[in-house]
């Protein structure tokens, strides 16, 4: 928690009012760059100014890139104005002043505000270490002292932490930093009847946050012993995956051909067959003709050509075997008439 403080220097006033400003300030170690919060508490004499007047901010000597402005223009009732001072370009001393307007003069307060902003090339190297966590110290069931230390250089502020579970701090208390060496901090109302995990975390005016080591205690018995700032709860751990290998296709089998048999005759159609001697007559011939003719005719539209060709081929070999046919009836008539004169002749 940040304290009002006053610079002690005789108030300067005018027409009597005797103004003296108390200081507020969120920041005591602030960097090019930051902001600084800023509230006045005004009081003349020994009593809070809450008179309806006008205020605001003034710098003496202002560089280039310092800035304050006032948010509460006017003294609210508990005697208290609001603004911030920034610088953005330089380091170093801001000196600032309240100013109360009145409808005729305005008047200054006796005492001024100094800001001191600093590089960060300077100021954070090197950087600041983490806090340690000495000692927690039992004052009763419920209440207890935390100490840490902070070793050199830091400015800013604490934080202690709390909780019933390892790394899960579910409480904090604020402490400014006020000792290099040492710091320490109050906690009440502790459950007895649970055990709890305490650590510092350090908030520096280096833009850091440094956390400390962790311990455990026990209200019943005082006893401290070290703990993790890890969570002790166990991460949900996902099912294992089972990777089953798909099943390799295998071809289907070809299947097997079907064995043909060659059809057989029986030994008497065999023999009647190798007996039978075609002898066609003239009719038969026709029919075979109108026949062909007509399965001619049937797949003349898939290759005409071809099966006239064939047919043909038939015709000539049909009336080939007929001529051939009638010449060796003719000669065995021939022959047989020559016999019969050869053994007429004989007989004579």
């Not at 100013?99 to 190297?125: L, T």
């Not at 208390?173 to 055990?195: A, G, Y």
């Not at 956390?211 to 294992?240: E, H």
Request: charged fraction near 20%; charge should be negative.
């Amino acid at each position: 928690m940040s304290l009002f403080f006053s610079n002690k220097t005789t108030v300067q006033s005018w027409s009597g009012y005797g103004l003296k400003p108390k200081y507020l300030s969120d920041n005591q170690h602030p960097l090019l760059g930051d902001r600084v919060n800023i509230t006045v508490k005004a009081y003349k004499g020994d009593e809070l100014f809450i008179e309806d007047k006008g205020a605001k901010f003034e710098i003496k000597n202002p560089k280039p890139g310092q800035k304050c402005e006032i948010i509460d223009h006017t003294f609210k009732e508990d005697g208290t104005v609001t603004g911030y001072c920034e610088s953005l370009t330089n380091s170093g001393n801001l000196e600032m002043w309240t100013k109360v307007e009145d409808d005729y003069y305005e008047i200054y307060a006796g005492n001024s505000f100094n800001i001191f902003f600093n590089d960060p090339n300077e100021y954070c190297n090197p950087q600041p270490s983490a806090p340690v966590l000495t000692q927690i110290l039992k004052q009763n069931d419920l209440t207890i002292t935390v100490k840490w230390s902070q070793s050199e250089p830091f400015s800013g502020y604490f934080e202690v932490l709390y909780g019933t579970n390892q790394g899960i701090y579910t409480n904090k208390q604020r402490k400014d930093f006020t000792s290099q060496i040492e710091n320490e901090q109050t906690i009440s109302s502790l459950d007895p009847s649970k055990e709890y995990y305490f650590a510092v975390k350090a908030y520096s005016t280096c833009k850091t946050e440094l956390l400390s080591n962790a311990f455990k205690y026990n209200p019943l018995t005082g006893q401290v012993s070290p703990a993790s700032n890890s969570s002790a709860t166990p991460k949900p751990t996902s099912s294992p995956i089972v990777l089953i290998a798909a099943p390799k296709p295998t071809a289907a089998p070809e299947p097997s051909p079907t064995p043909t048999t060659t059809p057989t005759l029986m030994p008497e159609a065999e023999e009647n067959i190798n007996n039978l001697k075609v002898t066609p007559t003239l009719d038969q011939l026709f029919k075979w003709l109108i026949l062909l003719s007509g399965i001619g005719l049937f797949v003349g539209s898939l290759s005409a050509y071809y099966y006239r060709k064939q047919l043909n081929k038939i015709v000539q070999k049909l009336r080939k075997q007929i001529k051939n046919k009638n010449t060796s009836e003719s000669n065995l008539q021939d022959n047989q008439l020559n016999q019969d004169e050869e053994s007429t002749r004989g007989e004579s």
